[in-house]
């Protein structure tokens, strides 16, 4: 049964980072990209960056230069480290295949609030 876990989120300061963790259960996970998508309230979701298998990444203008993906096959988890947030980058974020499969978790809300 696939599962896709989100941990690392919270409520941030303007300027300041955030980490967050998708835990993957899924065989044979470093066969897979992988993508982090957030929505904001009353915003459809949005894919923000994805990697491949090969970990080449890609960036949403409006993350490029601020968040890094990365992921470790060892632990089947992918990472977002998120630098400089601001308050447009409330939202709720998930991580999920790229392309998206309906198997979206539960998400880990991240709040950029003074």
């Known amino acids: 049964q696939v599962q896709l876990v989100e941990s690392g989120g919270g409520l941030v300061q303007p300027g300041g980072s955030l980490n967050l963790s998708c835990a993957v259960s899924v065989w044979r996970f470093s066969a897979y990209a992988m993508a982090w998508y957030r929505q904001s309230p009353g915003q459809r979701r949005e894919m923000i960056t994805t990697i491949t298998r090969g970990s080449t990444t890609n960036y949403a203008d409006s993350v490029k230069g601020r968040f890094i993906i990365s992921r470790d096959n060892a632990k089947n988890t992918v990472y977002l480290q998120m630098n400089d947030l601001k308050p447009d980058d409330t939202a709720v974020y998930y991580c999920?295949?790229?392309?998206?499969?309906?198997?979206w978790g539960q998400g880990t809300q991240v709040t950029v609030s003074s």
């Open positions: 999920n295949f790229w392309p998206a499969r309906n198997y």
